[in-house]
């Protein structure tokens, strides 16, 4: 999951990075009253969203007056930041800048392990520094300091690794004029299945990518894969798109060449969704009633590829238990394989019956890609 | 013939008595693939799938010295522990099944196995098989005799479902598979495309590979590599999913972990550095049998 800055320079402040003062600024709270109690005069005011390049798309104001930080914070309230949903405003001191520098934690995935990088070139034009100007060091995992001379690399090497992150960038780590050390933003991704060993990650506010607030049906969904058994197969990931077909995928690599396929078909997703690892009957009907909720769906794909050891029949159930509560009238395709496939495909055979559905059938031998085509006949003989 | 596997293949199972770590004791046993014992912390003594339980994998060893594979499906909480347990053990190999291990925890786990020159595949690996042979993990399920048998052509897959899927596609084109490895889907892999290749190309059964990959993290690039260095000589077909994530937002998680939306990495980026390099590139999935056909 990724953070929002001021999230992130929360753990940042946490492990001894010094950040700027400054405050969060929601929908409906009294900017000037906050930006007075602040007791600064020169601020930055800049949007929170998950993704960068604010700097480039008008997303960072920089203000004198609360008159100034007011309008800054309707206007940034008020649009998107490239198609990125804005979540709040964070008015901060105006730093006094000397130097910007640029410094990283990732895994690298050719060596297997964290690369500590580092460069004199930071801030917004990163991406077209050259390489050979961004010192890259190997970090072992296993050791929980690493000595540096890089500043601050001591102190987000720590909040790397204690705080579970993917990635915790800063750029720029600002050089003040008068010599101290700034973290001017913060860019930190945390790995969500190290979420047992933080319980404070529960409270983070519920965010997608896709430049608007999660649906209700989205926060719905991340609630099934919930619960002590969170491991035992998965049923949680649910995406709406702006399509009207909806889809059931059942494992994650067949559901990205079958969100391929469904394009290539001329078909426009409503969704993505994905079950996999031999989730229980229960998990796949709730995923199933969320999916078929949503206004408007043309058609439906349920498709899978052929199964190691998810039992088609038992999955089944749970995509018929909500199929006989939704009785929906719109064309079906289904085609999947592996374990039990001929009695699941009976079971939803019998589905379609009584319930009169516009549903065809398909097993292993008819590839999956082919399956797409059917279902954009179907839908355009509709 | 075949990669990781041959007759002397014998397998530990940690976390053999929970509902999972038993059905892939059976579906090895099943395939004729030596299972000797397995480990459950606290409960040595107990026999699961007719095979002794151990409460800790020195005890099993010590009793089983043959075991050169671990298969490890425990809970993600408790799979860096688990691993580690093995890695201390020096059991040559070790196939993680478990998903959702923290990537810190992986990257610990591959850091210690690489200083004893121990092997990793996975995590969130389901297995290999070797058609005929053996197999470690679950791999084919119950149905393992429908999708898989002895042939020519090395398959590679970041999906479990699709390692299944695509070894259909090639036996349902009437050939046959001379190995098929599901590597996982995480960022990090303990085993790479590139690892494979290079025993495949070793491999006198296989003539041709296919690999089924993902958008997101640079493996495709590193077989690019292994190409150019002429270690990688033979026929190789890919497909790389995820197109149609060029539409999602930079950074978007979407399929499995390790397909992340990051920058120079996208499929259509890939395919094209493989093209380059005279790798067959598959537009569907269903393609990869044809491309590789008259080579088998």
Known sequence: MNLYEFEGKQLLAKHGIAIPTGVVVRRGDDARAMYAELQVTDVVVKAQVLSGKRGKNNGIKFCSSAEEVSRACEDLFARDIRGQYVAAVLIEEKLSIAEELYVAIVYETNKKQPMLMYSEDGGMEIEDVAEEKIQKIPADIRQNTIVSTIPFAPELWRCFLAEDARVAEINPLVKTVDGRFVAADAKIAIDDDAFFRHEDWAALEPRTMLGRPSTEREIEAKKIDEGEKYYQGTAGKYIEMNGNVATLFSSAGASISNMDALLQAGLEPANYTEYSGNPPREKVYQLTKIVLAKPGIKGLWIIGGVANFTNVEETFRGVIDALDEVKPTYPIVVRRGGPFEKEGLALMAECARRNNLNMKLFGKETAMGETAKILASMIAGN | ?296
């Not at chain 2, 610990?108 to 290999?128: D, Q």
């Not at chain 2, 550095?273 to 537009?283: N, Q």
Request: glycine share 12%; net charge neutral; with cysteine.
């Open chain 2, 1 to 296: 013939m075949g990669i990781l596997l041959d007759s002397n293949t014998a397998v530990l199972v940690q976390g053999i008595t929970g509902k999972e770590g038993l059905k892939a004791a059976r579906a090895m046993l099943d395939y004729h693939t030596q299972v000797l014992c397995g480990v459950t912390p606290k409960k040595g003594g107990q026999m699961a799938e007719g095979r002794p339980v151990f409460s800790s994998v020195a005890e099993a060893v010590e009793q089983f010295p043959m075991v050169n594979v671990a298969l490890i499906y425990v809970p993600p909480f408790a799979a860096k522990a688990a691993i580690i347990e093995a890695i201390n053990n020096n059991i040559p190999l070790i196939n993680t099944i478990v998903e959702r291990i923290p990537i810190k925890d992986t990257a610990y786990c591959l850091a210690a196995a690489k200083e004893k020159n121990i092997r990793i595949i996975g995590p969130s690996s389901l297995g290999l098989i070797v058609p005929g042979v053996g197999r470690v993990g679950v791999v084919g399920g119950p149905l393992v005799n429908d999708i898989f048998q002895p042939g020519s052509i090395g398959v590679i897959s970041r999906s479990g479902g699709m390692t299944n899927e695509v070894s259909w596609q090639i036996r349902k084109a009437g050939l046959g598979q001379s190995a098929a490895v599901h590597v996982g889907g995480d960022l990090l892999m303990g085993t790479t495309y590139a690892d494979l290749l290079r025993m495949f190309e070793k491999d006198t059964a296989t003539k041709a590979v296919v690999i089924f990959g993902e958008h997101g993290g640079s493996y495709e690039f590193e077989i690019v590599d292994l190409i150019i260095n002429k270690e990688f000589t033979k026929p190789l077909a890919i497909y790389v999913g995820g197109k149609f994530a060029s539409v999602l937002p930079e950074g978007m998680n979407i399929g499995h972990a390790g397909a992340i939306v990051g920058r120079g990495q996208s499929a259509a980026e890939k395919e094209a550095a493989l093209r380059a390099a005279g790798v067959m590139v598959a537009e569907h999935y269903e393609q990869l049998p044809e491309l590789v056909k008259k080579f088998a």
